[in-house]
Structures are given as C-alpha cells and as structure tokens.
C-alpha cells in the first residue's frame, strides 16, 4: 500500500496537460475476461457490429464496444486526444 508521503511525487491529473496531438477516434471490442482488444475499428457500427458476431459464437459471454479517448506516452509525456 502506498504512504500518503508517496503522493507528492505523483503526476497532475491528466486533465490539465494540453494534447500535442490529435487523431481520428478509434473503436476497439472487449470481452471481460477474453483477453485485450486486438482490433481498432474505424466506426462504431463495424465495433458493433463484430460485438454482436463474437457474443454470438461466444454464448454467455459479453462484448463490450470501446471509444478512444485519448493517449499519453511517458517518455516525453506525448499527449493524443481522439476527435
């Protein structure tokens, strides 16, 4: 468990960083427990549309579909937001 001390080296919330970067959204599908999303999908009904064939060959499971927000890289704090 972290020390209270701890936090004083921790980063800013990462709302107050401007983006360096700007890039189309992307979609992504993610089934709890399936692993991590392998795909990014360029619109939300091809993500939709993959969920619902993959809940449909995974009975019981559940397909999640995923919005890109935005990005951040550490070595240089690289900031992307996704519009």
Request: aromatic share 10%.
């Amino acid at each position: 468990m972290r020390e209270d001390s701890d936090l004083s080296n921790a980063p800013p919330k990462a709302a107050l960083l401007p983006f360096n970067d700007h890039h189309p959204r992307f979609f992504v599908v993610w089934g709890p427990g399936a692993g991590e999303p392998t795909k990014q999908y360029d619109t939300c009904t091809e993500a939709r549309r993959e969920a619902r064939r993959l809940a449909i060959v995974n009975k019981g499971q559940k397909f999640i579909v995923l919005i890109a927000d935005s990005s951040y890289i550490s070595r240089d704090l690289t900031s992307t937001i996704y519009e």
